[in-house]
T-cell receptor
């Protein structure tokens, strides 16, 4: 496996469900990110982890809970989501101090019913 | 609010023509500027970066930066149908938090 892989590719969940998104990078990078991409809106940065430490939480609601057990893996735990949370969730990684050169995964298309 | 503005398009150009994509930003402290390309149903990929005023060329792509006018652009010469995609402008002052525009949809017609 190469690059940044995300699972699942598609997810449909009810508002009372709990689910998790998984991201794994095989690039030897030290920083990992969660972005949200909604229709007709800019990519929104949600969380940044650098060397497993969270360095940024961009005012994200607590129903989104990130976890970074090591520099290669990143999770986004979801619970009691709202329909407006339906979006494409993109994971990305970068070398430390080259955060602008992001390598994105294919994303998880999330639908909240 | 640090904003990055792009015309959403679609911008339609004939094959072989020059496509010109524009972006303005609000944060005068911005230091680094990027263009990402996103094909439909795919994730964004970095195609150009520029850090100082002037032009930077890479193959058929030229990025132009004017910090005084808070303006960055991307020129695509000899446009090909395979260039049809959404182009995202991204700007950062901190190095960690990229601020993205909504993107410009480009359609290159044969």
């Amino acid at each position: 496996e190469t690059g940044v892989t995300q699972t699942p590719r598609h997810l449909v969940m009810g508002m009372t469900n709990k689910k998790s998104l998984k991201c794994e990078q095989h690039l030897g990078h030290n920083a990992m990110y969660w972005y949200k991409q909604s229709a007709k809106k800019p990519l929104e940065l949600m969380f940044v982890y650098n060397f497993k430490e969270q360095t940024e939480n961009n005012s994200v609601p607590s129903r989104f809970s990130p976890e970074c057990p090591n520099s290669s893996h990143l999770f986004l735990h979801l619970h009691t989501l709202q329909p407006e949370d339906s979006a494409l969730y993109l994971c990305a990684s970068s070398q430390e101090k080259a955060a602008e050169k992001l390598f994105f995964g294919s994303g998880t298309q999330l639908s909240v019913l | 609010q640090k904003e990055v503005e792009q015309n959403s398009g679609p911008l339609s150009v004939p094959e072989g023509a020059i496509a010109s994509l524009n972006c303005t930003y609000s944060d005068r402290g911005s230091q680094s500027f990027f263009w990402y390309r996103q094909y439909s149903g795919k994730s964004p990929e970095l195609i150009m970066s520029i850090y100082s005023n002037g032009d930077k060329e890479d193959g058929r792509f030229t990025a132009q930066l004017n910090k005084a006018s808070q303006y960055v652009s991307l020129l695509i010469r000899d446009s090909q149908p395979s260039d049809s995609a959404t182009y995202l402008c991204a700007v950062t002052s901190s190095g960690y938090a990229l601020n993205f525009g909504k993107g410009t949809s480009l359609l290159v017609t044969p």
